[in-house]
């Protein structure tokens, strides 16, 4: 029997929601006027960056590169 390719749930799709709810969490704290937000909602988006981590791991997938500009760079001799 024919079965569609999308019937089956993708298997990262909590982690993803997960680095989501982390780059909210950022902007908001880009954002936030009191330093005492700033500071909570900064902790919040390291605790939704760690949940996806930890999601990755129970999916059994690769970590991820870390991200930025230079991130993966390699050193000049």
């Known amino acids: 029997m024919f ?3 999308f019937t089956k749930a993708v298997p990262f799709a909590k982690a993803t929601r ?3 709810n ?3 969490c950022g902007t908001f704290a880009a954002n936030a006027v009191s330093p005492s937000d700033r500071a909570l909602l900064l902790r919040m988006q390291r ?3 760690d949940r996806a981590r930890h999601q990755d791991t129970i999916d059994e997938l ?3 590169p870390p991200a930025g500009i230079g991130a993966l760079a ?3 001799r």
Do not use: C, D, G, I
């Open 3 to 5: 079965e569609p390719p």
């Open 18 to 20: 997960f680095r989501s």
């Open 22 to 24: 982390a780059t909210a």
């Open 47 to 49: 605790a939704w960056l």
């Open 62 to 64: 690769p970590p991820r």
């Open 74 to 76: 390699v050193p000049r």
